[in-house]
C-alpha cells in the first residue's frame, strides 16, 4: 500500500497532520531520517507516492533520486 511509507514518516514527526509535511519548513527537520530509511523496505512505487505527496509533483526515477530531490526541495 503506497501509504505506508508517508504514515511511516509521519509517525516519526511532531506534526499535527501528515498534510503539514507538504510544507517544505515542516518537512525539513525530518529530512536526515527520510534519507536514512533503507531502500529496500519501500517499493519505487512508494516513494513516487510520497513525493508526489509532498510537492505535488509527478516524477520518473530511482529512490537515490527521489530523496536527492526532496533533500533539494526543503533547502
Excluded at 29 to 48: A, F, L, V
Excluded at 54 to 65: A, M, Q, R
Aim: glycine fraction near 2%; aromatic fraction near 12%; include cysteine.
Amino acid at each position: 500500500m503506497k501509504t505506508k511509507l508517508l504514515e511511516h514518516i509521519f509517525e516519526h514527526t511532531n506534526e499535527a497532520c501528515i498534510s503539514d509535511l507538504k510544507d517544505p519548513r515542516n518537512l525539513k527537520p525530518y529530512i536526515s531520517y527520510i534519507m536514512k530509511i533503507d531502500e529496500q523496505i519501500y517499493t519505487i512505487e512508494d516513494w513516487k507516492y510520497v513525493y508526489m505527496y509532498l510537492t505535488g509533483k509527478h516524477i520518473d526515477g530511482n529512490i537515490e533520486k527521489i530523496k536527492q530531490l526532496l533533500q533539494e526541495w526543503v533547502k
